[in-house]
């Protein structure tokens, strides 16, 4: 490789690099702007077809992100299915360190043992007529039964990054938004990763087709009453 295409592959680096280090020296705020998407998930019947129980958050995730972290989780079955895989919803409120108070799932996923991640931009239409671009996430886990037996289970999680006043399909361009906010606006947001995910394969009886129309039913009829969309539109 010549010098002048050494330098133009560092380039990309060096500026992403420099914009990164950028959010240490951001100027810290008292007051949070709060996300557009309210921590009240639905328990009980929900959308008539949608079993929701209260959830909550594991140790390790109170351990290791910022103590000004909020959480709401909860676990779905769907009353047309009920032998289905439960749904899990989670949303994770972020503080005023945004390096530290909030998911990144390709960093976290494979911390919980998940390998192969495939990530990909999904739309998804809400009951509502909106259509929302989400991160679609694949992955593989290996899980060891109490007979001594290994079974591996097949995820997929939806997510997206709901703010004050934006919405960003992945972590990327939820870190320059918070930046530019910061910068040009002057207040930090509290941005909500919204996650909702499940698991097929053999393990579990359940085909990936099936998996993957309960989540999105599951995001489209719920989504729309969580959010206030006059803050986004």
């Known amino acids: 490789m ?16 420099g914009i990164f280090s950028l959010v240490a020296v951001l100027p810290r705020h008292d007051a949070l702007v709060e996300s557009a998407i309210r921590p009240e998930l639905p328990y009980g019947i929900t959308a008539g077809k949608w079993l929701g129980e209260r959830q909550q958050e594991s140790e390790v995730e ?14 779905y079955s769907t009353l047309d299915a009920p032998r289905m895989p439960l749904l899990h919803v989670s949303i994770v409120y972020s503080g005023s360190d945004m390096n530290s108070s909030i998911h990144r799932p390709e960093r976290c996923l494979p911390a919980q043992g998940h390998y192969n991640l495939q990530t990909q931009p999904v739309e998804l239409r809400l009951k509502d007529g909106r259509t929302l671009t989400f991160s679609r996430i ?22 997206i990054f709901i703010g004050h006043d934006a919405i960003c399909s992945n972590h990327l361009a939820r870190t320059f938004r918070d930046m530019y906010d910061r910068v040009v606006h002057g207040y930090v947001e509290r941005w909500a990763y919204y996650q909702v995910g ?15 129309e309960n989540l999105r039913s599951l995001i489209a009829e719920t989504l729309p009453d969580l959010v206030d969309w006059k803050l986004l539109d």
């Open 62 to 75: 109170r351990t290791v992100l910022a103590a000004d972290t909020k959480f709401s989780k909860a676990s």
């Open 2 to 17: 010549n010098r002048s295409a050494w330098l133009r592959g560092l380039l990309p680096a060096v500026v992403a690099g």
């Open 198 to 212: 499940t698991v097929h394969g053999e393990a579990v009886r359940v085909d990936a087709r099936a998996a993957e």
């Open 138 to 159: 694949t992955s593989q886990s290996r899980h060891k039964l109490e007979n001594g037996q290994s079974i591996t289970l097949e995820h997929i999680n939806y997510y």
